[in-house]
Structure formats: structure tokens, C-alpha cells
């Protein structure tokens, strides 16, 4: 019981470390962020995969029925880091930029026979960016220079239970507390005496999240099987104020007027839908596929345009992903460590939920690369190493381009924790 509550504030004092900002996209400035990914280590090695797969070693945040598999006297505690580097482009010119995230936190435990619990905690949306654009004007005879800043993004600490009330059948859900902060600013200024614009957009959120998944197996033979899985998050208003402050400073005066405008309850968060199908052959290989659809199209987002802060429909458009992925193990109970590592690839493609004026946002398309290495020491050989390599590149034609190189590291800590001693 001390080592569980041990877990329950190591996970409380990763949401520190996780509200620091994990990316410098200029992207991030539209809606309300660049979008994590979902799951732990093991499902980035296969790309985001895991809406259809379930092993008893492993924590799968991807699809919350997958915690009623955890294997009995186990108790799993999995945590991860990022390194980021991207490679700008635009106009011929290039720009390179390096970021460093702490991911999630998350744990799993048996709770009764067919019964699983998680916690956790781990990103949702990432704000934060810094860029100028400058252009001369004639009227003014100055350089007027546009300075835009962004910070923020949305995390949910969450709590989950999964259920198997028939063998091939799990139902699970996941209930949390969603926070973050939303604030960007654009500032305009001139290169002679003149005055300055600053605009301000900011809200505290403070919500809760919560999703459901559902993941049936079909026998094809005694080593072969196939999973459906499931899942649905509910999408409603977060219950935050949005605040635009305009400030109109004159240089020579040294005056300035500020004006504010709120929209109540004016963020809210998609219902999301998703469904996956996996294959799985023994404990050798997984192969599955996933598709999720977010339906942010219905939902109007602040806008401030012509000294009016208003709803906007239209600014936001439904988002769909699609996901391949898979994973090999040469021999899962060698003794040798070189034949238990397992192999993880996986592609996707996902379309934006904004748009950029009147057109679409960059379009992404991801591969990945990854490994689970086994910790061999003398308590146990059940523990994981979780490395991969993501390739992501978002652009839009005629704008910037982005090619993002990511390197995942995570910790798979699996140790008996439930067992009884027996005196003979």
C-alpha cells in the first residue's frame, strides 16, 4: 500500500514537469493547440497505435478497456520524456529549433479478478510559439513589426477502471480533471515614433474529461486472434471565460488605452470517436490499424475582428486520423535478452481541425520507429526500456512547412506487488 501511494504522488508531482509546453510550432496559435498523442511508450513505437490492443505487462491509455487485461500480482508504473527538433520552412529560408518534454505518468493494477484500475497523468493540446513578420508602409513611412507569442495547453489527471464481464468481452472508462491555460498575444509596432497595438487573448480552463472503450476478441485458432476496439470521448464546454485585451499605446504621449472584452463559456472541447482492429499471432506479432474521428466542425471558436470579440462558426472543421501499426518479438520467453525485444513500427495521417483564414490547416503525415529493450536485474526480467523515433511533417501550401524529428524514451517499471508470503 506504501508503494502504491508512492506512485499516486509521483504521478501528482508529474503534472508539474508535464504543464511545461512540449512544442515551438507556430501551428499551435490556432484553436486550442497542437493535439498530443494519445498512449504511453509502447504505443508510440507503433505511431499513436492501440485502440485494439491489450497485453496483461503493459499500460494502454489509448483505449481505457484494455486495463481489465493486467495480469494478476502486477502492478505497472510507466513514465516518459521527448527530444524534439524541427526544421522550418518558408520563403526559401530555414530555421531549426529544439524542445524537451516530460510526456506522462501513468500506472495500472489489478483490482479485482477481471477488474483493472489506472491513473495517470499526460498531455492533451501544447501552446507555445514566437515569430515576427514585418512589412514596410508607405502612408507611415516605417517598418510596422508584428511580434506573435503563444503559451499554454491543456493536461488531464485521470482516473480509470475496466471491466471483462465475459472472457472476451472488456468495458473500461476513464474519468479526469482537465486544466491549462490558453494566451497568446500579437503586438504591432513601428520602427519611428508611432503608436504600438498589443492584443491579448487569454483564459484559465479548469474542466473535467471523460471517455469510455470497448474491446471484444475473436478466436481464429489456439495462437491467432483478432480485437475490435472502440472508444468515445464525451465533448462539451469547458465552463472558461475568454478574455481580449486591446492596448493602443501612443510613444510620444506615453498614453494608452486599453479596452477589454469577454466571451463567457466560450471554449469547448470535441466528442471524438474511434475504432481499431488488430491481429495478433501468440505473444510474436501485432499488426493493427486505427481511425479517430473529432468533430471540433459544429463548434465556434473566439474571434476578435473589427473591435468585436465573438463566437466564430467556421473556424474550426472536423478532424480524422488513421493509423498503422505493428510489433514483432523473436522469442518472448528466451532467456537470451536479444530474442525479447520487441519491434515496433508504425505510419499515419491525420487532417487539421482548423483552419488559417479561409483554408485548411497543414495536413500530417507520421512514421516511427521503436524498441522495447527488457531490464534484466535480479528482482525481475518484466520490466521495459521503450525507445522510438518519430518522423512528423505538417505544412500547407504556400505557408510554413514543418519536418519534426522526435526521439521517445519511456520506463516500463512491472513488479509483484500483490503477492502473499507462504510459511512452510
Known sequence: MNRFLGCLLMAAASATAIAQGGTNSPYSQFGLGELSYAGASQNRGMNGLGIALHHGNQVNTANPAAYAYIDSLTMIFDMGASVSLTNFQENGQKKNARTGNFEYAV?????????????GVAPV??????YTSSAY???????MTT???????????YAGVAVRPVGNLSLGFNFGYLWGEYYRTASLTGST????????YSADISSYVLDFGLQYDLRLGKSDMLTLGLTYALGHKLGSDVECSVAN????TSKADTTKMVIQNGLEIPHKFGAGLAYRHGNKLTVGIDGEMQRWGKIPFPAESGGTFRLKSGALKNSY?????????????????????????????????YKIGDADGPKQYSASLGFGIPIQNQINARSYVNVSVQWVRQAVDGLLKENTFRINVGVTFNEKWFAKWKVE
Request: hydrophobic share 35%; no cysteine.
Open 147 to 157: 511580434t506573435y507569442m503563444g503559451d499554454g495547453g491543456l493536461r488531464k489527471l
Open 249 to 252: 499605446a501612443n510613444a510620444t
Open 125 to 130: 493540446t501544447d501552446i507555445g510559439y514566437e
Open 193 to 200: 515614433a508611432m503608436n504600438s497595438l498589443h492584443k491579448i
Open 321 to 353: 486520423r488513421a493509423t498503422v501499426g505493428a510489433e514483432w518479438v523473436p522469442k518472448y520467453n528466451s532467456r537470451r535478452l536479444i530474442d525479447r525485444i520487441r519491434y515496433r513500427l508504425g505510419v499515419g495521417y491525420m487532417t487539421p481541425y
Open 107 to 119: 500506472g495500472l493494477f489489478r483490482l479485482l479478478k477481471n477488474v483493472g484500475a489506472s491513473f
Open 137 to 143: 508602409m508607405e502612408q507611415a513611412q516605417s517598418t
